[in-house]
């Protein structure tokens, strides 16, 4: 009896720290893909063949492109 206490108040403990670290402002947003954009990971394998340029899209669409 005394055994089961002592982990339920392990358990209560953990889990009330746990809950109290977490601040509410620091919440994660889930933003939606753009659908012209390549995302490369963090370590991620990538191959770059030749110079990387990027140009900026004035539209959605990409069709046109600031020179």
Known sequence: MKRTTLYLLIALGTA???LASVSPKEVTQIEPASANETVIEKNQAFPLVGPFTVQECINDD???LRS
Do not use: I, M, Q
Request: hydrophobic content about 50%; charged content about 0%.
């Open 16 to 18: 009330a720290s746990a």
């Open 62 to 64: 990409c069709t046109l």
